[in-house]
DNA sequence: GATGAATGAGGTTTCATTCAT
DNA sequence: GATGAATGAAACCTCATTCAT
């Protein structure tokens, strides 16, 4: 996990207040990127006076780290709910790809924000978000493809951990592709048409088809 | 194509003032960002007055606009010339990958460029650049699965559009993966590697194992 | 009367800090215009950092606007007074012009700022401001008109409208030959005396005699 | 007369281009006010260059200054001929009022950069141009009056310098109102009409009327 | 005479952060 | 704890003027 990045008055806040400034946070950083944000227009529509803010947060960034914590949480705990059944790698995809699907709709903002790091130009900050962010995921991803080539469910001979980025990398920027505008507009040039128009089961079957031979790849 | 973006002025410039302009540009833009960038940094390391660039370029987005057009001529121009050979899907996918590393340490400037694109946040410019950036590349990606449709060369019952798009982020994020602070840390998370660190040699043959099973399904 | 071109903030300052900043506004203003007047120098005047003045004004411009608000509307109470009263035409007639005389010493830059309005360029703006100052007291002046008609003070042939232009516009000018430089110089010119050294009651007397019956009118 | 702000070099330019010069700069002048015109611009319109420009004119003042003196000598000649007639002084009042109204089509631009002077606020500058501009019209103005004390066309009991000014301010007035949006607008406020709807005619008539005999002045 | 590329001071505006109450 | 008025550095952009060719 990330070191905390609020200050202690932000802990005792009750947790209405909490919820309120996170959730307004999200909303202003996913929607015009951690520049264009401005925090007193976060302050004043969560309701709490600017001063207020700087007593629960150091400074924007901080700020911003703590929202970007919460709503990375959020996604994660969707997906991790998937990674602790018991069902076959095959099963697991599909379900991970309709979560994704149904993500964008209900998380677009997590998503967004997700997508605002991920060109995050400050290396160290990408080091720490990077870390906070990616660190559970990746060994739930990568322990769920080891157990798969244990099964035999994988070819023999793949890197479990090269595989499970690839895998990851497909179902990050598939979300991408549902939120964030560049990626949705890059989706309909490729294919035609808006991601919303397409019918959601044909996406689903064909990245399963994309990602599927891999898997069951038998000689 | 897109609109040109810069004045007359800037056309009848000498070659190695507008290179250097350009390229002096993309550092800038590729470190800090748009938004973070300094339109006067940019002028004083191209040797040249702020007054002067404002003759050759009427805002600093329209310089931005085309920075990140010279930088995606590049990165497309290698892309091309894979795609112009008449070789099979599979050995046209080890070259791109094979380009995509090699590309990663000679033009890394237009790659980050790239990435900083895909966060955009102005739905407007995202449009825009989506049009102009991926437009041609995305063409070339469809035409040749298609053709290996027709080829036998890959499943027939795969969408050869969405067949495309899959396989161009996976060859995406791997760019972004060599050269983006985020994204080379999440690669680092995964692989437990740094990209550097890792043999090209393993990345390639792991990626087309990925992609080949797609390819040469038979039941 | 004119929408407010002021923020709340600007509402909540005190009353001291309001007049400071319009005051000081209205000198700059009237000294440099429009375009040479610089905000700095008017926050810093005002005892204020720029900063705070952008929190009570959005823009130059709104700031400019309400300092003209106040300037007009000083102006125009000194009008005001005069039109209310029962005299007949030719007494309130001299009332105002001996006003207007007064008023070029107390108010000399409130009307100067007035002059700066009269050769506006922004035509949108031009029509804005011409309806917020010369609204209300062009209705007071043609009724006053329209009243003295019915009486019989003036000539039956007369049309009320017109008079009150052409009565008010020479009022006007005199006021500017008191106080912009380029009228006072014109007033010189033609009478070859500075407005200041002329005694007022010939101006008054002159100007009466020339509304009141310039040419020998007979019947 | 002015001294002369131009080089000599703009002496042994021809006549076409001093006179392309002048148009278009009068044209931007009147158009923007001094300070929002280019002076690039009003080259780059005149067909020569910004250098050259700079040979025929040391400053943008000089420039604006030998416009004004062009357009105002323009503007005096058409009033000239009116005072060389033997007219009495209400037919050359009336001859002056229409030759007002026609210049207003005319010469717009040269009315606006009168009107732009008007408001002047460099007071040496406005001392200058009124010397200039007023000097010669306003001794003819006054030589007619004074000519028709003396043939008892007028009060006797009335100063003809300031009656002269007085008439004037009427007269400038009204042309500004023909193409200045300010006094355009404060027009139609005060007549309900807009200055082109209203029949010619009829502001000639009322406002002969009012200089002729306002009131009905009974000895 | 003629060009137009080049300069750079200066002005408006934004916003993260402070601090007195 | 809570407020929000106040700060000021810093960024974008304009345009009169110069000068080498």
Redesign the interface.
Known sequence: MMEKRYKEAFERATDERKQKILEVGIEEFA???Y??ANINVIAKNAGISIGLMYKYFSTKEDLFVTCIEQGMSILSSTIDEIFQSDDKLLVKAEKLIRATCRQSRKNANYIKLY?????????KR??L???AI??AS?RK??KCITDALANGDV?Q???P??????L???L???Q?SFV????R???M????VDVEEMNEE??VR??L?????????EK
Request: with cysteine; glycine share 4%; charged share 25%.
């Open positions: 929607a015009k990127g520049e264009n997508n605002e790091i991920t060109a995050e130009h400050d290396s990408a080091m978000l990077a870390q990616e660190g990746s991803y990568v070819r001979d793949m890197d951990r090269l595989f499970a980025y690839f990851d990398n497909l990050t920027t598939l991408f964030c505008d560049y990626y507009n890059r989706f040039i490729y294919t035609g044909q996406i064909q990245l088809k994309f990602i599927e031979s891999a898997f069951t790849f």
